[in-house]
């Protein structure tokens, strides 16, 4: 219920204009976008679009602004007064409109969270990246930049009904396999983009595998306990695929895509480290086949133990996520059972010992990520382990409450600075959002 309120009218967005544009110092700065009661979305000719990173409100940074990229979504926040800045004056003003967020397509991080004040009682934030959003000059403008130019999630020239023949041909195909049922649902129920490319037959196959899950993430988009107000915004698999199941998959993908990449570890399961030995027996049972192509796993990284196993078997590489290299944070934020944090840094650093290509999926929140005390962790880390790639994508949250888990933060250094900062130390790092090919 929630999640349609707030995507109700996102295809119907009225601009209103009574002044010039602001221009200072020739830069771009946006106005404030908000919304009124129904969902249509304007833009306020007197004040400016205001950022959040972490506790601090300001303008946003403008090398930190991208014109809003094709398949994001704009949206509205129910019970979220919108924030913007009077140039006049240089003050913060509430309004007693509605805030707009902008979802952003793969491939961007966001630099600045949308600004508002929450009304109170007002209900959890689904689970989404609530990226600042403004109008300058006929344009919509965000507060991300590109990190990755791979087009594997791209579909705005493709056809929905060349995903449905796909997926429904896979079905008539394969009427038993019931992973491949599964994956067909998550294209055209859930508009998954990696189910989607399974059922196109491109770029990287999804392969969920685990119903269970030895973390309790606060941001878990696939289970949250009956508890939580937070709306998880997928189902999660309800089986465990045999090894045959899986590998009938891997076959089928790597019949239609010459570069085929396979990844364990989706967002509509627990974490797949779980059922390692089943993945390891699926694994075995592809590359006898001569089966070619990228297996990679996005895990957790909790058992470390399972790696020789699966690198032995024909693993290629390794995505463990994180929102932190701080101990005490991650620990806040996943709340493990049966496993530490000590044991995600031995797994990264026995992987890469193993010659698997290994990297980090960091789960960035403006104000938070992009701090000192928070990429000294992450240097360690890195110096630690000397892995390979930084995926750097958006952590799906409520802003207050991740928020809520932080302490003592010190002020946001920026993106682009963050980014300088780790290049600078590391030279071989590389940065990005998909899981690379590896031949």
């Given at each position: 219920?929630?999640?349609?309120?707030?995507?109700?009218?996102?295809?119907?967005?009225?601009?209103?204009?009574?002044?010039?544009?602001?221009?200072?110092?020739?830069?771009?700065?946006?106005?404030?976008?908000?919304?009124?009661?129904?969902?249509?979305?304007?833009?306020?000719?007197?004040?400016?679009?205001?950022?959040r990173r972490g506790e601090e409100f300001a303008l946003p940074k403008p090398n930190e602004l991208t014109p809003l990229p094709a398949e994001?979504?704009?949206?509205?926040?129910?019970?979220?007064?919108?924030?913007?800045?009077?140039?006049?004056?240089?003050?913060?003003?509430?309004?007693?409109?509605?805030?707009?967020?902008?979802?952003?397509?793969?491939?961007?991080?966001?630099t600045g969270i949308c600004a508002y004040k929450k009304q109170q009682n007002s209900s959890p934030l689904p689970l989404f990246a609530y990226g600042a959003v403004g109008y300058f000059n006929g344009k919509f403008y965000v507060c991300a930049k590109k990190v990755d130019k791979d087009k594997r999630q791209v579909f705005l020239n493709i056809p929905k009904k060349k995903i449905e023949i796909g997926a429904k041909n896979l079905l008539k195909k394969y009427p038993d396999n019931r992973?491949?049922?599964?994956?067909?649902?998550?294209?055209?129920?859930?508009?998954?983009?990696?189910?989607?490319?399974?059922?196109?037959?491109?770029?990287?196959?999804?392969?969920?595998?685990?119903?269970?899950?030895?973390?309790?993430?606060?941001?878990?988009?696939?289970?949250?306990?009956?508890?939580?107000?937070?709306?998880?915004?997928q189902d999660r698999i309800t089986f465990t695929p045999t090894p045959s199941e899986i590998c009938e998959v891997m076959e089928e993908h790597a019949s239609k895509e010459k570069r085929p990449i396979f990844s364990f570890g989706q967002g509509c399961e627990g974490?797949?480290?779980?059922?390692?030995?089943?993945?390891?027996?699926?694994?075995?049972?592809?590359?006898?086949?001569?089966?070619?192509?990228?297996?990679?796993?996005?895990?957790?990284?909790?058992?470390?133990?399972?790696?020789?196993?699966?690198?032995?078997?024909g693993l290629s590489s390794i995505r463990v996520s994180l929102n932190s290299a701080n101990k005490v944070l991650y620990q806040k934020y996943y709340r493990p059972k049966g496993y530490e944090f000590d044991d995600v840094k031995a797994t990264i650093k026995l992987a890469k010992s193993l010659g698997l290509f290994v990297s980090i999926n960091l789960?960035?929140?403006?104000?938070?990520?992009?701090?000192?005390?928070?990429?000294?962790?992450?240097?360690?880390l890195?110096?630690?382990?000397?892995?390979?790639?930084?995926?750097?994508?958006?952590?799906?949250i409520d802003p207050d409450i991740y928020l809520s888990i932080q302490d003592n933060l010190s002020p946001s250094m920026g993106f682009l600075n963050f980014k300088k900062r780790l290049k600078k130390n590391f030279s071989w790092i590389k940065f990005g959002y998909f899981n690379p090919y590896l031949g």
């Open positions: 219920m929630f999640f349609h309120l707030i995507f109700t009218n996102i295809r119907h967005i009225y601009i209103y204009s009574l002044k010039k544009n602001h221009i200072m110092n020739n830069k771009i700065q946006p106005r404030l976008l908000y919304a009124d009661s129904k969902g249509n979305i304007y833009d306020d000719p007197d004040l400016l679009m205001v950022c994001s979504n704009i949206f509205f926040l129910p019970d979220r007064y919108a924030l913007g800045l009077d140039p006049k004056t240089g003050r913060l003003v509430v309004t007693d409109k509605l805030a707009v967020a902008a979802f952003i397509c793969p491939g961007y991080t966001l992973l491949i049922s599964h994956l067909t649902k998550c294209a055209l129920t859930y508009c998954c983009p990696a189910a989607r490319n399974f059922a196109l037959g491109r770029f990287e196959a999804p392969l969920p595998i685990s119903m269970e899950c030895n973390a309790r993430c606060i941001g878990c988009i696939s289970k949250q306990p009956k508890e939580s107000k937070i709306p998880a915004t974490e797949p480290l779980t059922q390692w030995k089943t993945i390891e027996q699926a694994i075995t049972l592809y590359r006898k086949k001569n089966g070619k192509g990228t297996i990679n796993i996005n895990t957790n990284g909790s058992i470390t133990h399972s790696i020789p196993h699966l690198k032995e078997a789960l960035y929140f403006p104000g938070v990520t992009d701090t000192e005390s928070e990429l000294t962790y992450l240097l360690d890195i110096e630690d382990t000397k892995l390979d790639l930084i995926q750097l994508r958006n952590l799906n």
